[in-house]
């Protein structure tokens, strides 16, 4: 009897009505894949001609490490819930619908999961419109560990201060997700999810190269704030306040993600703006800015903001009379 082989690598691949796109994505990926990769589609409801379309494309495939499944729409998080259930590799890692793989993509990669020294592995993309960057396939490429020589927060201090949480920019060792999962109900899964990997373990590396392609989508949510967005990057942040204030090394630990508090908050002001017009703040958010102002003060949160966290209320008097100036 012949013993099936693990996969090295699963790459979930979740999408809804992406019509235009999803083939693209799907070609970027099985034109440079081996038998080494299962492939995990999943169809989340989609309305438009989506899953015909990949059907008929995968029928073409003769690639056999393929699981395609088509369910009611559930949200992007569940949908990945489903992924990461079903995948079986030794690594796993994320394609969006609209996205692109770079050429290079697995051929940089397959040698270092293949190695297996590395439990997370990151690297840069690029982002486009229209059509992907034209990208030379790499003969090699460096995979640097993260330096945990001194302290672990010394060795992640560079990963916060980019604050670049995609799923889809880094290669996850399977094992190492177990226990954890997406919030049923909340976008901005990434920011919610991804930090907190890191604390897991020393076995990261960086590899300097665009392997991935983000697509500039007018449709992505992203491009469509909704007010439900400003409580879902309200919970990545009271998330991660909650990790500084059960941790014995919290004002360390502060220091290290102020970067990313700073990061929600900014992007909190702009999705109030873009709804109310100016900065409004519901008295549950004020509570937390000020408890976010309390935890990073002294860390490399800035001055001006580190202010407007702790009084909101002097944020919003002062952007909404700006607004009404301008009004008249």
Same mark, same amino acid.
Request: aromatic letters at 14%; glycine letters at 4%.
């Given at each position: 009897?012949?013993?099936?082989?693990?996969?090295?690598?699963?790459?979930?691949?979740?999408?809804?009505?992406?019509?235009?796109?999803?083939?693209?994505?799907?070609?970027?990926?099985?034109?440079?894949?081996?038998?080494?990769?299962?492939?995990?589609?999943?169809?989340?409801?989609?309305?438009?001609?989506?899953?015909?379309?990949?059907?008929?494309?995968?029928?073409?495939?003769?690639?056999? @490490?393929?699981? *395609?499944?088509?369910?009611? #729409? /559930? &949200? =992007?998080?569940?949908?990945?819930?489903?992924?990461?259930?079903?995948?079986?590799?030794?690594?796993?890692?994320?394609?969006?619908?609209?996205?692109?793989?770079?050429?290079?993509?697995?051929?940089?990669?397959?040698?270092?999961?293949?190695?297996?020294?590395?439990?997370?592995?990151?690297?840069?993309?690029?982002?486009?419109?229209?059509?992907?960057?034209?990208?030379?396939?790499?003969?090699?490429?460096?995979?640097?560990?993260?330096?945990?020589?001194?302290?672990?927060?010394?060795?992640?201090?560079?990963?916060?201060?980019?604050?670049?949480?995609?799923?889809?920019?880094?290669?996850?060792?399977?094992?190492?997700?177990?226990?954890?999962?997406?919030?049923?109900?909340?976008?901005?899964?990434?920011?919610?999810?991804?930090?907190?990997?890191?604390?897991?373990?020393?076995?990261?590396?960086?590899?300097?190269? @665009?392997?991935? *392609?983000?697509?500039?989508? #007018? /449709? &992505? =949510?992203?491009?469509?704030?909704?007010?439900?967005?400003?409580?879902?990057?309200?919970?990545?942040?009271?998330?991660?306040?909650?990790?500084?204030?059960?941790?014995?090394?919290?004002?360390?630990?502060?220091?290290?993600?102020?970067?990313?508090?700073?990061?929600?908050?900014?992007?909190?002001?702009?999705?109030?703006?873009?709804?109310?017009?100016?900065?409004?703040?519901?008295?549950?958010?004020?509570?937390?800015?000020?408890?976010?102002?309390?935890?990073?003060?002294?860390?490399?949160?800035?001055?001006?903001?580190?202010?407007?966290?702790?009084?909101?209320?002097?944020?919003?008097?002062?952007?909404?009379?700006?607004?009404?100036?301008?009004?008249?």
């Amino acid at each position: 009897m012949q013993t099936i082989k693990q996969p090295l690598l699963s790459i979930i691949v979740p999408f809804h009505n992406n019509e235009n796109f999803i083939i693209e994505a799907l070609q970027s990926l099985f034109q440079q894949i081996t038998d080494e990769v299962e492939v995990i589609i999943i169809d989340d409801g989609s309305d438009d001609n989506s899953k015909v379309l990949v059907e008929s494309y995968l029928a073409s495939l003769s690639f056999s @490490q393929i699981c *395609f499944i088509s369910q009611k #729409n /559930q &949200g =992007i998080a569940e949908t990945r819930n489903v992924g990461l259930q079903k995948a079986t590799g030794t690594y796993v890692t994320f394609l969006d619908g609209d996205d692109i793989l770079s050429p290079s993509y697995y051929t940089t990669l397959a040698p270092y999961l293949r190695n297996g020294e590395f439990d997370i592995i990151d690297f840069n993309f690029q982002e486009f419109t229209g059509h992907p960057p034209i990208d030379e396939v790499s003969v090699s490429s460096l995979c640097t560990p993260y330096d945990f020589k001194g302290s672990e927060i010394d060795g992640l201090k560079s990963i916060f201060e980019r604050s670049n949480w995609h799923l889809w920019s880094r290669i996850f060792r399977r094992e190492l997700l177990k226990g954890d999962n997406f919030v049923k109900g909340r976008r901005y899964e990434d920011v919610i999810f991804t930090p907190f990997q890191y604390f897991k373990t020393k076995k990261i590396a960086h590899i300097d190269e @665009q392997l991935y *392609f983000y697509r500039i989508n #007018n /449709q &992505g =949510i992203t491009r469509n704030i909704q007010h439900k967005d400003i409580d879902d990057i309200l919970f990545a942040m009271y998330k991660m306040l909650y990790f500084i204030k059960t941790h014995e090394n919290d004002k360390e630990i502060a220091k290290l993600v102020a970067p990313m508090i700073e990061n929600c908050f900014i992007e909190v002001k702009k999705m109030t703006k873009k709804i109310h017009g100016y900065y409004y703040y519901s008295p549950t958010t004020v509570e937390l800015f000020k408890l976010a102002a309390s935890l990073c003060k002294n860390t490399s949160l800035s001055r001006k903001k580190y202010f407007q966290m702790k009084y909101p209320m002097m944020d919003t008097f002062v952007s909404r009379m700006n607004s009404r100036l301008k009004i008249r």
